[in-house]
């Protein structure tokens, strides 16, 4: 009522347009009875009936398919905006799968005679989901490289998915060649590849998951000593040459994995050994001997040989190796610091105690508990003969592979254990008969 016009009716108010206060054409004039008159919105329209074109009534109906047809046009915003996101992404994946050679690994996957043991081609989204978007928490470790994630996948496999953290042409081509490598490759102490993911700027490789860190992170710990047996260590050594022996003889074309080194035997629950990172590894006709290429390999474990001549052999694993059974025998790095914080080459170091006769001061308070002099003795003269600078001195892989598992048997066979290795079940038949017979004769 307070909008009332007081003392007029309807019909007297309108015949002075100038001061009619119901102007707007879609408005309407109600007398009040004893008060005046009041202005209204005609039926479908709504607003202030008192205001001039082009505010006060406006069709309700109008004013509703504006906003429907608003909402519509930003609902079909979003989903043009959704569609052509999803159609660039896939723009995206298609050409880093293509970038990343993947018809060339696809058709060398497809190549393998075990279908169960191929390796696979995952999604980027089915990674995605396996790492929970590459989460923080997921993170097992971080390189020079790049980064290594735990991942579940859908069929609740756990697994290690490693991440590049760049993109340049030499890395993708790694990343190619550990793939060719791998995807070739099935033996019982080399890392298992399960997959790669090729829809990414950065080539993602699936590996089977190993729980137990590095043979490195087990020799060298921060605090104490390492809690690494001299039994578990020859074990591994063993366990280690074995994969190596197959890599470069028994595989189809030999294998020089290029980066011997404690940081790439891998342990899993059981401490069983598995090699891996077969990046920097190469292809080589069973009728080469060597090939000549860039010079690759962690400080410390090089071949000098190779080095100097960029002339890749098996005989530059065998000298990594040596290093490595340096590693097992003296729990030191390969460049480590003294007390006095002074940095020291521990085959220089070997070498130097080797010519003085003072071996035993190298070897680690553990190892020279639990091994025996002869042993000592033994493997010295296996990592000397390693560490030739001339490569065609140094053991074949077999012939390491074969003196390890010699002090293994002589070794096991005090204690009354017999040990597998290879085929030599008949073997291990008649030491276990032996056995038998001995406690039934006491």
Same mark, same amino acid.
């Given at each position: 009522?307070?909008?009332?016009?007081?003392?007029?009716?309807?019909?007297?108010?309108?015949?002075?347009?100038?001061?009619?206060?119901?102007?707007?054409?879609?408005?309407?004039?109600?007398?009040?009875?004893?008060? #005046?008159?009041?202005?209204?919105?005609?039926?479908?329209?709504?607003?202030?009936?008192?205001?001039?074109?082009?505010?006060?009534?406006?069709?309700?109906?109008?004013?509703?398919?504006?906003? /429907?047809?608003?909402?519509?046009?930003?609902? /079909?915003?979003?989903?043009?905006?959704?569609?052509?996101?999803?159609?660039?992404?896939?723009?995206?994946?298609?050409?880093?799968?293509?970038?990343?050679?993947?018809?060339?690994?696809?058709?060398?996957?497809?190549?393998?005679?075990?279908?169960?043991?191929?390796?696979?081609?995952?999604?980027?989204?089915?990674?995605?989901?396996?790492?929970? $978007?590459?989460?923080?928490?997921?993170?097992?470790?971080?390189?020079?490289?790049?980064?290594?994630?735990?991942?579940?996948?859908?069929?609740?496999?756990?697994?290690?998915?490693?991440?590049?953290?760049?993109?340049?042409?030499?890395?993708?081509?790694?990343?190619?060649?550990?793939?060719?490598?791998?995807?070739?490759?099935?033996?019982?102490?080399?890392?298992?590849?399960?997959?790669?993911?090729? !829809?990414?700027?950065?080539?993602?490789?699936?590996?089977?998951?190993?729980? $137990?860190?590095?043979?490195?992170?087990?020799?060298?710990?921060?605090?104490?000593?390492?809690?690494?047996?001299?039994?578990?260590?020859?074990?591994?050594?063993?366990?280690?040459?074995?994969?190596?022996?197959?890599?470069?003889?028994?595989?189809?074309?030999?294998?020089?994995?290029?980066?011997?080194?404690?940081?790439?035997?891998?342990?899993?629950?059981?401490?069983?050994?598995?090699?891996?990172?077969?990046?920097?590894?190469?292809?080589?006709?069973?009728?080469?001997?060597?090939?000549?290429?860039?010079?690759?390999?962690?400080?410390?474990?090089?071949?000098?040989?190779?080095?100097?001549?960029?002339?890749?052999?098996?005989?530059?694993?065998?000298?990594?190796?040596?290093?490595?059974?340096?590693?097992?025998?003296?729990?030191?790095?390969?460049?480590?610091?003294?007390?006095? #914080?002074?940095?020291?080459?521990?085959?220089?170091?070997?070498?130097?105690? /080797?010519?003085?006769?003072?071996?035993?001061?190298?070897?680690?308070?553990?190892?020279?508990?639990?091994?025996?002099?002869?042993?000592?003795? !033994?493997?010295?003269?296996?990592?000397?003969?390693?560490?030739?600078?001339?490569? /065609?001195?140094?053991?074949?892989?077999?012939?390491?592979?074969?003196?390890?598992?010699?002090?293994?048997?002589?070794?096991?066979?005090?204690?009354?254990?017999?040990?597998?290795?290879?085929?030599?079940?008949? !073997?291990?038949?008649?030491?276990?008969?032996?056995?038998?017979?001995?406690?039934?004769?006491?």
């Amino acid at each position: 009522m307070n909008w009332v016009i007081a003392n007029q009716s309807c019909k007297d108010a309108a015949k002075d347009t100038t001061t009619f206060a119901c102007i707007h054409e879609h408005s309407s004039c109600l007398d009040v009875k004893n008060e #005046g008159y009041r202005c209204v919105c005609k039926d479908g329209y709504d607003g202030n009936p008192y205001l001039p074109l082009p505010n006060g009534c406006q069709g309700v109906i109008l004013g509703a398919s504006i906003g /429907t047809s608003l909402l519509l046009f930003c609902i /079909t915003l979003v989903i043009v905006c959704k569609k052509w996101k999803q159609r660039n992404q896939q723009k995206i994946k298609k050409r880093n799968f293509l970038r990343n050679h993947g018809l060339l690994l696809q058709q060398l996957i497809s190549a393998s005679d075990h279908i169960e043991e191929r390796t696979s081609v995952f999604s980027l989204e089915e990674v995605e989901k396996a790492t929970n $978007n590459f989460d923080e928490t997921r993170v097992l470790g971080r390189g020079g490289h790049g980064t290594v994630y735990k991942g579940i996948l859908s069929d609740q496999r756990i697994v290690a998915i490693k991440k590049s953290k760049t993109v340049k042409t030499s890395e993708i081509d790694q990343f190619i060649n550990e793939v060719a490598v791998l995807s070739q490759i099935n033996h019982r102490n080399v890392v298992k590849l399960l997959g790669c993911c090729l !829809e990414t700027e950065v080539p993602l490789l699936i590996y089977e998951f190993i729980s $137990n860190g590095t043979l490195s992170d087990h020799l060298h710990v921060s605090q104490g000593e390492s809690k690494l047996s001299w039994d578990d260590r020859l074990r591994i050594a063993s366990e280690s040459t074995g994969a190596l022996v197959y890599l470069h003889s028994a595989a189809s074309m030999s294998v020089f994995h290029r980066d011997v080194k404690s940081s790439n035997i891998l342990l899993d629950d059981t401490f069983k050994a598995k090699v891996s990172d077969f990046g920097a590894s190469r292809f080589i006709p069973l009728d080469q001997t060597h090939i000549v290429t860039a010079i690759h390999g962690t400080f410390g474990y090089i071949d000098p040989e190779y080095y100097q001549t960029s002339q890749l052999t098996e005989k530059s694993d065998v000298y990594s190796f040596g290093i490595i059974l340096l590693e097992l025998l003296t729990g030191k790095k390969p460049i480590f610091s003294t007390k006095n #914080g002074l940095q020291q080459n521990l085959a220089m170091n070997f070498l130097q105690a /080797t010519r003085e006769n003072t071996l035993l001061d190298l070897v680690e308070d553990r190892v020279l508990q639990e091994g025996t002099k002869q042993e000592f003795l !033994e493997i010295s003269s296996l990592i000397e003969i390693c560490l030739n600078l001339k490569g /065609t001195k140094r053991p074949t892989m077999k012939e390491v592979e074969y003196k390890l598992q010699s002090m293994r048997k002589v070794r096991m066979k005090k204690k009354g254990v017999c040990i597998l290795e290879g085929n030599e079940d008949a !073997e291990c038949l008649v030491c276990r008969l032996t056995l038998l017979h001995k406690w039934w004769m006491k």
